[in-house]
């Protein structure tokens, strides 16, 4: 271990405008989190309702480096529970979702109820009168661990800590919302798939709260005019500043002289098929661009008329498993889940707008993973933690994470 790293990080004097690249590549501070933040008093993101829609459905899930199931019973109430057996801790559940009247383990065949309690344990009784589990054994305190479960638009979410707050308090009133207007609607699946990104989580919370690296880096963006700094916009956080809002209004474009030094737009590419962003006016707020942040690793899209929930978590220190999930609404005509599953191509792993976010992280993870001393230097659009209305030039949202992260981590 360097010297650096074996010495308690002190955060920078300057606050949120600055972060240690150190946080990216410590093996303390990535357990600590595991404890503070994923433990926290936070909700966490762990499928969508429409994963498990029948009696006996289950999904998995996960939060931070803890695996996660979440059943609904047969009287159709969901639970949430820590993925482990309770005797020898192997994963109980091994399909990423099905259904099933039980869950046991495939070890020693430990058998669970749908909401956690031990149902039957194999030889529990010996064989032929020899062996078994001792006469005081008690089903009863042997069980899958419950955490608390709470579902909001169709999204449900899992906590550790008894101080966590009611799902819609957690939220704030402008960040629920927003998911009201996006999500509030019976949803439905149009397709789902995932990647690993090679760096540390952090990067990609960064990201996606990162307003003005869209038509930076993403050529495809502003060469077809689909998401540019100069259309009307902002970056709204939530008055805790830890959840945010990116949005644009793409008929709002008034070209600007200020991106004529800017690589993404010295480009004159045309398409074969336009026809992929044509669109149709879903809300009357003129909004067509929106990336909503839910701390800390739930984000909500709506690209055009495509509309998706990204959740990311972490695989180790420098790795990170992205997942997408495209959806529409059930009352969608035809022509309408046509086109939203068209427009999915702008994004995902090989999407023509999010592609280069499969690499940039790593480029950072690389570039910084030697000098642990070093920071980032987060002062565009200010220094405060504040909504930024009219304006998505600002980093303000990157330190909304880093504040309330901060807090967690008692940095």
């Known amino acids: 271990m360097s010297a650096a790293l074996a010495q308690p990080l002190r955060w920078p004097a300057e606050g949120n405008t600055r972060v240690p690249f150190r946080v990216y590549s410590d093996p303390d501070i990535h357990a600590r989190e595991q404890e503070r933040v994923f433990r926290g008093p936070l909700w966490h993101y762990l499928c969508l309702e429409i994963d498990v829609p029948n009696p006996g ?3 998995l899930g996960e939060i931070g480096e803890i695996p996660i199931v979440v059943t609904r019973d047969a009287e159709g109430a969901l639970h949430a529970l820590v993925n482990r057996c309770a005797h020898k801790g192997a994963l109980v559940c091994l399909k990423e979702r099905g259904n099933a009247e039980a ?15 031990l149902r039957s344990v194999a030889f529990r009784h010996g064989l032929r009168g020899k062996g078994g589990m001792p006469e005081d054994f008690d089903p009863v305190k042997h069980r899958l661990q419950p955490i608390r479960l709470a579902t909001f638009c169709g999204l449900v979410f899992g906590s550790f800590s008894d101080m966590t707050p009611d799902i819609e308090t957690f939220l704030g009133p402008q960040v629920a919302g927003v998911l009201r207007r996006n999500l ?6 149009l397709g789902r798939h995932s990647q690993i990104i090679h760096n540390n989580w952090k990067l990609y919370a960064e990201n996606v709260r990162d307003s003005y690296h869209a038509t930076l880096l993403h050529t495809f963006y502003t060469t077809f005019k689909v998401n540019r700094l100069d259309m009307d916009g902002g970056m709204i956080l939530s008055d805790d500043g830890r959840h945010s809002l990116s949005y644009s209004k793409r008929g709002s474009l008034q070209e600007s002289s200020e991106y ?38 739930l984000t909500v899209q709506l690209t055009l008329n495509s509309l998706a929930v990204r959740f990311f978590t972490p695989r180790g220190m420098d790795r990170t498993e992205l997942f997408w999930n495209y959806l529409g609404y059930a009352d969608d005509p035809p022509e309408r889940t046509a086109l939203r599953a068209r427009q999915a191509n702008l994004t995902g792993a090989a999407g023509l ?14 570039g910084s993973r030697g000098s642990p001393e070093a920071t980032e230097f987060l002062e565009m659009g200010g220094r405060d933690v504040a909504s930024s209305d009219g304006s998505r030039a600002t980093e303000t949202g990157i330190r909304g994470f880093w504040q309330a992260w901060r807090g967690l981590m008692g940095l």
């Open 260 to 297: 004529s030094g800017v690589h993404s737009a010295q480009y004159k590419s045309g398409l074969h098929g336009p026809e992929l962003l044509d669109g149709f006016t879903e809300f009357d707020d003129g909004i067509t661009h929106m990336i909503q942040t839910v701390f800390p690793t």
């Open 353 to 366: 707008v999010s592609l280069e976010d499969g690499c940039i992280n790593e480029f950072v993870q690389r």
């Open 57 to 59: 459905d289950y999904c």
């Open 103 to 117: 869950l046991t383990c495939v070890y020693h065949s430990w058998t669970y109820e749908l909401d956690g309690h």
């Open 184 to 189: 509030g609607r019976k949803l439905v699946r």
